[in-house]
């Protein structure tokens, strides 16, 4: 007969994600890129014992539950000789090269040769300086459970060495990248105010806005310059944890431009060596503030979030 059945109600997907309430909720168990399984250009990809040293350390960061100590590493002569060399190559390159906030909070730190430094006492440091927190983990984490740590003021870090015939870049966070690069800076309360907020706008954030959230993340905690006067200084954790980034950045090989969170970010790359550009903040507390209003909108005031992907209704709930 005649009659047609009525057209289906069109499908709304409701995905729930539940919002992290309190660090355990952020998960630090997915670990993304090098893991345990080094690339094939990781200069520790033939070395079985590094591997093998890597996946006992991580396994470490895996058993650590929040509010426990840290536990501390005894390192190896080999990798006490890594730092020895990062820190020394490092530290000449500072009064040059690094921000005016950085060579304040360095010496609370009290960094020696022939001492790797372990995470629970920086941890202790960081806490008494600006509330901040330091959290083992085994390797490169998921860009949301990272930033969605900033939120509750905790760094995850990673806790294993460079591999040692490279020490003055590696392509990967490691040790000495966490301890150089990002603790002293942690130790900066205006800088700590610019990381938390883009924590905070991180935990209701949806997929591209996640995405962006990490490119403005890598492109001023990583790799960002500020002036000071007319010189560029480091503030980037992945130039003040390396010496070849460092060297290049100053040698006038790289370009400039000025940083704008609001922008469509270029691709970030932490496989293909040094950046190629740079961004600048025109002083610490103007980038830091403009930063932190960026992130204040980027927000949402509701809990429910909907939008439509490619023409699909999609409801979120953030709670
Ligand atoms: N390239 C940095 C170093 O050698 O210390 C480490 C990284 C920074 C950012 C990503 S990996
Ligand atoms: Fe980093």
């Known amino acids: 007969d005649g009659t047609k059945a009525a057209a289906p109600e069109p499908k709304v997907q409701t995905e729930v994600r539940r919002v992290p309430q309190s660090l355990e909720e952020v998960d630090n168990g997915q670990i993304l890129g090098f893991?345990?399984?080094l690339a094939e250009d990781h200069p520790g990809f033939k070395d079985q014992a590094y591997k093998d040293r890597r996946m006992a350390i991580a396994d470490i960061a895996r058993a650590h539950r929040v509010?426990?100590?840290?536990?501390?590493l005894e390192y190896t002569s080999e990798e006490v000789h890594v730092w020895n060399t990062v820190l020394r190559e490092l530290r000449g390159l500072y009064p040059d090269g690094a921000c005016a906030e950085f060579q304040r909070c360095f010496p609370l730190f009290d960094f020696k040769e022939d001492v790797v430094p372990q995470l629970e006492d920086l941890s202790q440091i960081l806490k008494r300086e600006t509330g901040w927190q330091i959290r083992p983990v085994a390797g490169l984490l998921h860009p949301r459970d990272f930033?969605?740590?900033l939120a509750f003021q905790t760094f995850h870090s990673t806790q294993y060495m460079r591999h040692p015939s490279k020490p003055m870049y590696?392509?990967?966070p490691d040790l000495c990248h966490e301890l150089l690069g990002h603790v002293p800076m942690l130790a900066d309360p205006d800088f700590c105010d610019m990381v938390h907020s883009i924590g905070v706008a991180s935990l209701c954030a949806d997929d591209s806005q996640?995405?962006?959230?990490?490119?403005i993340y890598w492109f001023t905690?990583?790799?960002g310059v500020v002036l000071e006067g007319d010189e560029?200084?480091?503030f980037g954790a992945g130039i003040l944890s390396s010496y070849g980034e460092m060297e290049h950045m100053r040698t006038g090989k790289a370009y400039f431009v000025p940083f704008d969170p609001h922008a469509k970010q270029p691709k970030m790359s932490y496989k293909d060596g040094y950046q190629n550009r740079y961004f600048v903040l025109k002083s610490f507390k103007d980038g830091a503030q403009k930063l932190r209003d960026y992130c204040s909108d980027i927000t949402p005031p509701d809990i429910m979030v909907e939008r439509e992907i490619s023409g699909q209704a999609f409801k979120e709930i953030c709670m």
């Open 67 to 72: 509010g426990d100590p840290i536990p501390r």
């Open 232 to 234: 560029k200084k480091a």
């Open 210 to 215: 996640i995405w962006h959230l990490t490119k």
């Open 35 to 37: 893991g345990a399984d």
């Open 147 to 149: 930033l969605n740590g």
């Open 221 to 223: 905690v990583e790799f």
């Open 170 to 172: 590696t392509p990967e």
